[in-house]
T-cell receptor, first 114, second 113 residues
Framework: SAVISQKPSRDICQRGTSLTIQCQVDSQVTMMFWYRQQPGQSLTLIATANQGSEATYESGFVIDKFPISRPNLTFSTLTVSNMSPEDSSIYLC???????????FGQGTRLTVV | SQQGEEDPQALSIQEGENATMNCSYKTSINNLQWYRQNSGRGLVHLILIRSNEREKHSGRLRVTLDTSKKSSSLLITASRAADTASYFCATASFSGGYNKLIFGAGTRLAVHP
């Protein structure tokens, strides 16, 4: 298993501002994943983050809007930039320790943009 | 893109009853997993079934997988009020050097005391 600490747990932000979400894992992992869950919806993968390389973004997500850092094997950040109300969602980080796709998730960041 | 379709979207039952949720998917997979989410928090992994397995049990959970029909079901037996949550299936397919998860739309389960 893995223990993942994600913060902040929630925030209310003004449109046009940016928010950086942090994800800390209790052990070293190769890949970390960032998801978005819009209200009442399922999870959509934003990007995968490998230590020492650029994040790989899924279709519909771009680095300018969602810059990701991965400075070491236990930590990653996702920034939601130039926010609009449409960015109001839960953002979740996860890891796959065993490489079979079994994911361990942080508690999520509930973002409201006003 | 969303691969998994789940039904029902919502399910309301009484404590002690069984709850069955179904998931369908479109492409070949390495495994299929079920997750639980309480009140918009993080997801908790429940069970994983490999593509060469047909049925798996874990406590009160029973999962089946039919790769010919590209479908899976999750059965929760003797449900409890504490089982109230959203349940998501997720398919894992190897892509770009890792097992990529694609989540279904989810089933909201309400168990009434």
């Amino acid at each position: 298993s893995a223990v993942i600490s994600q913060k902040p747990s929630r925030d209310i932000c003004q449109r046009g501002t940016s928010l950086t979400i942090q994800c800390q894992v209790d052990s070293q992992v190769t890949m970390m994943f960032w998801y978005r869950q819009q209200p009442g919806q399922s999870l959509t993968l934003i990007a995968t983050a490998n230590q020492g390389s650029e994040a790989t973004y899924e279709s519909g997500f771009v680095i300018d809007k969602f810059p990701i850092s991965r400075p070491n094997l236990t930590f990653s950040t996702l920034t939601v930039s130039n926010m609009s109300p449409e960015d109001s969602s839960i953002y979740l980080c996860s890891v796959d320790k065993q490489g079979v796709g079994e994911a361990f998730f942080g508690q999520g960041t509930r973002l409201t943009v006003v | 893109s969303q691969q998994g379709e789940e039904d029902p979207q919502a399910l309301s039952i009484q404590e002690g009853e069984n709850a069955t949720m179904n998931c369908s998917y479109k492409t070949s997979i390495n495994n299929l997993q079920w997750y639980r989410q309480n009140s918009g928090r993080g997801l908790v992994h429940l069970i994983l079934i490999r593509s060469n397995e047909r049925e798996k049990h874990s406590g009160r959970l029973r999962v089946t997988l039919d790769t010919s029909k590209k479908s899976s079901s999750l059965l929760i037996t003797a449900s409890r009020a504490a089982d109230t949550a959203s349940y998501f299936c997720a398919t894992a397919s190897f892509s770009g050097g890792y097992n990529k998860l694609i989540f279904g739309a989810g089933t909201r389960l309400a168990v009434h005391p």
